[in-house]
């Protein structure tokens, strides 16, 4: 940059919060196909914490085609840290506790996550997940159950 | 971490002349880890729905400052036609009225006129517009309730 002496621009959270809302506003224009999210409600979160997302199960596994819904959650130290994140949508994959709460650690995404990284992000490394040759096969729940 | 050597000497700049010349009824702070992060309280202009309230605002200059606008919200709720449930706010400065010669001063100017002249045409909350439309008294009777409950 010029004359910014290697300044590291830092969003703060809310304004990048406020980003990603936006780019999941736009009816998803951004995002990949598959994938959307938003805030949980918006009446009545001053922190942008409380978050939904669906990922839409991909094609060739046991999910293909099921709407899966996911709640996420921005706590105070996002994006310094992941999202934690939990299906209610009851499905059955190796990195996912009986209660929904998905493991980022088994998924790679805590080790590898920068600040910069988005709830878009966190959601696709679940997406691509669920295609993991391992994964794809296994017998999952009947549509329409949940964990809650 | 916040090394004011790797700032734009723009940013810079901006942010001595608002310690050295405040402007009158807007509190500027800037955050002490992100130079490019203001947090700003903003009197209610006399006279109107938000007297005697202090709203707080978040400021933050993107890598691209200044050709790219300052991003700002209100932390504090506000009840007014050209802001959202999440403080965001319509303000053409903020978008395409933008230019590199306007500052981190106008653009506070601005919202604390937008304060003083809420224009219910171009809304960003409908619900609240048509309020302000339909029945300005009242409209303005909320907004003095909002002030006092969540701006005092």
Redesign the interface.
């Known amino acids: ?1 010029f ?10 959270r ?2 990048k919060l ?1 980003k990603e ?1 936006e780019k999941g506003e736009k009816g998803g224009a951004g995002l990949p196909p598959y994938l959307s999210y938003g ?1 949980a409600d ?2 009545d979160d ?1 922190d ?1 914490t409380h978050w939904t997302g669906t990922i839409l199960g991909p094609a060739g596994t046991t999910l293909d085609m099921r709407v899966l819904e996911l709640s996420i959650e921005c706590g105070e130290r996002y994006p310094e840290r992941p999202p934690e994140m939990r299906f209610r949508t009851r499905v059955n994959l190796p990195f996912v506790r009986n209660d929904g709460r998905i493991d980022l650690a088994a998924l790679g995404v805590a080790q590898a996550w920068r600040r910069n990284n988005s709830i878009e992000d966190a959601l696709n490394a679940v997406y691509h997940a669920i295609a993991r040759p391992e994964v794809r096969r296994l017998a999952q729940p009947p549509e329409g159950a949940r964990f809650d | 971490m916040a ?1 004011p ?5 723009r940013i810079l700049k901006e942010a001595q002349r608002l310690r050295l010349e405040p402007i009158p009824g807007i509190a500027v702070e800037v ?1 002490e880890t ?1 130079l ?2 203001f947090l700003c309280v903003v009197d209610g202009p006399e006279g109107t729905a938000y007297e005697g309230g202090k709203f707080k605002l ?1 400021l ?1 200059l ?2 691209e400052y200044p050709m790219a606008p300052p ?1 700002v ?1 209100f932390r504090t ?1 506000i009840y007014h036609p050209n802001t959202d ?2 403080g ?1 706010i319509c303000l053409d400065v903020l978008k395409d009225k933008w230019s590199p010669a306007l500052q981190i001063r106008t653009i506070l100017l601005s919202v604390q006129a937008l304060m003083s002249a809420p224009n219910p045409d171009d809304p960003l909350r409908e619900n609240v517009a048509e309020h302000w439309k339909t029945d300005e008294r009242g409209a303005l009777a909320v907004a003095r309730e909002w002030t006092q409950k969540y701006a005092m």
């Open positions: 940059m004359g910014g002496g290697g300044e590291d621009v830092v969003v703060p809310a304004f406020l809302l805030l918006a009446d001053d942008l | 090394d050597a790797a700032l734009p000497r955050s992100n490019r992060h978040e933050f993107p890598a991003e919200f709720k449930k999440l965001r």
